[in-house]
């Protein structure tokens, strides 16, 4: 363990896990072609949605958020995960731990408020397509999206603030592929009891209040849409959701899967029940970003035309 002359904390040991050497060399390019993936789907997303004009609208603006803020998400952890892999113990600095963690914290806080932005959306779509071009207006939906990042940047900030503060002159490794603010405080030798308040409070506002927003928005898509005579138009109506709807499931079921799961005390469960959280920890930073792309080109004929039209054009433009 590495200390100052004040018995400062000045670096942590990445665990993740090194008992399993077999498996780090399988997850390493499992994981590498899985961040490759998330940087050339997310990457033509954006591109796809910028190109195309007829794709110029509150809804793929904001998915055009979200692309972006899973590159950054997997950025901010990816390759610090794939260096885990490489070594027993990776050695991580307490600052860039600290860095890390910030950014993976806010991306984490920017996204739940940007799912419910998204819901909101398409509550209004659905509910008021009439009035839906007025009220999600430029000036409307790019400030949602801004306010959208300020509060996960203030959020994590005050987080990692609180983190930083804290002690830690004891245990200094970290059961986990990346520095996770649930595994720092746990290596704190002090009152953590202001953290975990600030924690709640901020799971009540970034994961209860954008998934209770969610919640209420579809209730009321879903009435909306069965009120539409024909079978047709309530197709149409629900394909412009589905993606969403996905996404959220996905989101919010892996990280419900992470942290409302109890904690075994045996030894033996607790050893078994390391690597499944860690497997589906590593899903959780991974797998989603990776699928969010996916399921909105297949799942969505706009940018499935948009794609085609933009590599139809790039080839002609070749020949």
Known sequence: MERTN??????????????????????FVLVLCMYLMILLGNGVLISVVIYDIRLHTPMYFFL???????ICYTSSSVPLILS??????????????????????????????????MALDRFMAICYPLRYPVIMSKDTYVPMAVGCWVAGLVD?????????QLPFCTNNVIHHFVCEILGILELACADISINVISLTGSNLLFLAVPLLV???S????????????????????????????????????????MY??????????????????ALISLFYGVMTPMLNPL????????????????LGRKTLGKM
Do not use: W
């Open 260 to 277: 409302a799961k109890p904690k075994s005390k045996d030894t033996a469960g607790a050893g078994h029940q390391s690597v499944m959280e």
């Open 218 to 257: 579809y209730m009321f898509i879903i009435a909306t849409i069965l009120r539409i005579p024909s079978a047709e138009g309530k197709r149409k109506a629900f394909s412009t959701c589905s993606a969403h709807l996905t996404v959220v499931i996905i989101f919010y079921g892996t990280i419900f899967s």
């Open 84 to 117: 885990s892999f490489l070594t027993v113990r990776k050695r991580v600095s307490f600052s860039e731990c600290m860095i890390q963690m910030f950014f993976s914290f806010a991306m984490g806080a920017t996204e739940c408020v940007l799912l419910g932005t």
């Open 64 to 70: 055009c958020n979200l692309s972006f803020l899973d």
């Open 6 to 27: 004040d018995s400062t904390l000045t670096q942590f040991l990445l665990v993740g896990l090194s008992d399993h050497p077999k498996l780090q060399t399988v997850l």
């Open 156 to 164: 994590s900030l005050v987080q990692t603030s609180l983190a930083v």
């Open 295 to 310: 399921i909105y080109s297949l799942r969505n004929k706009d940018v499935k035309a948009a794609v085609q039209n933009m």
């Open 214 to 216: 969610i919640a209420v």
